[in-house]
């Protein structure tokens, strides 16, 4: 993506996450967190990317309150832009820190339920099944010919 449109995407996330932060006083919005903005290539327009940290009510009520502030929202933005147009704004809801932690957690789970209790290492792991095409072994066996064909 050219150089321009990550500034762009950046510049959008900073607004947008410090307008959230200081000037909305929407008593609806819970504790949210601007994580991306996806923006296409002609800059008409951005997905902003929200997590929000709650119950799942207060994440139905906390988007509410956001998808209700876009106007106000893309009008900040377009203050701050120096740009002809200013993208159409919508709220996303991000949900993929939630996964990564519910994916935490059953990493935990798995590493508590080894008989090690999760301590082991990589290099514990069984060696594979040698085959016996194994090319260094070739070139062992070569080497150990050549030694014998010299005594």
Known sequence: MPIRTERIKALIQEVTAEFIQSELSDPRLGFCTVTKVDLTNDLSYANIYVSVMGTEAEKRTTMRGLQDARGAIQKRIAQHLKTRTTPHVEVKLDESVERTFHILDKIREARASDPDGGKGSASEVPPAADDG??????????????????E
């Open 133 to 150: 095409e194994d090319e260094e072994d070739e070139e062992d066996e070569e080497a150990k010919e050549d030694e014998e064909a010299k």
